[in-house]
């Protein structure tokens, strides 16, 4: 004879413990686990590396003209741009390739890609642009603007003598 005390006891706990109750149960703890579990630590995306203001000479900013995996820099009135997003302008082939890795003013102030446009003796005086008319120094002024909203300002030029000082 059973015990009449215990036997509706475990009469219950029997009807508790149903498969269906062991499976709700199981993903019950499934989802405590996952709502309680410590989440990683957020990845955070890995931006483009700093950019750092150099100050350059006219043979210092020459590596930078495309023909490496450098950035492609030129120089617009003592301002050093990262025109790297043009490389179909200024990369090796494109039409204004002259002016990578150069100063480029007195080529955009006469709009000319010529090789004679660009500063000779890269150990002398920066080019002064003073024998320019004023058309081209104001059209010279539009190119400046126009890479100001486009390109980044990396460094300014200086010529040797002046970075000497
Ligand atoms: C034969 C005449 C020329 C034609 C048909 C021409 C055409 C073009 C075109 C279609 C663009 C692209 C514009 C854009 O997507 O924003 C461009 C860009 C440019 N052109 Fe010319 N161009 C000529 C002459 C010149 C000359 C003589 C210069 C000399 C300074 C020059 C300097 C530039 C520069 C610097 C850019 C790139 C601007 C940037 O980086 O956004 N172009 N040209």
Not at 41 to 56: C, E, H, L, N, Y
Not at 124 to 152: C, V
Request: with cysteine; hydrophobic share 35%; proline share 10%.
């Amino acid at each position: 004879m059973s015990d009449a005390s215990t036997a509706p006891a475990a009469t219950q706990a029997a009807s508790i413990a149903t498969p269906v109750n062991l499976i709700l149960f199981t993903l019950l703890l499934v989802l405590a686990y996952h709502r309680l579990r410590p989440s990683p630590p957020p990845v955070i995306p890995k931006g483009p590396p700093p950019t750092v203001f150099k100050t350059f000479t006219p043979p210092e900013l020459v590596p930078f003209n495309g023909e490496n995996d450098k950035p492609i820099y030129f120089a617009v009135r003592g301002q050093v741009f990262d025109v790297s997003a043009g490389r179909n302008f200024y990369g090796p082939g494109g039409p204004y390739e002259n002016f990578a890795g150069r100063d480029a003013s007195r080529g955009l102030a006469c709009g000319s890609f010529d090789e004679d446009m660009l500063t000779k003796d890269l150990h002398g005086p920066l080019d002064d642009l003073k024998d320019l008319g004023e058309e081209q120094m104001s059209s010279l002024a539009d190119w400046e603007g126009r890479f100001q909203e486009k390109y980044l300002v990396v460094g300014k030029l200086v010529s040797e003598g002046e970075k000497k000082e």
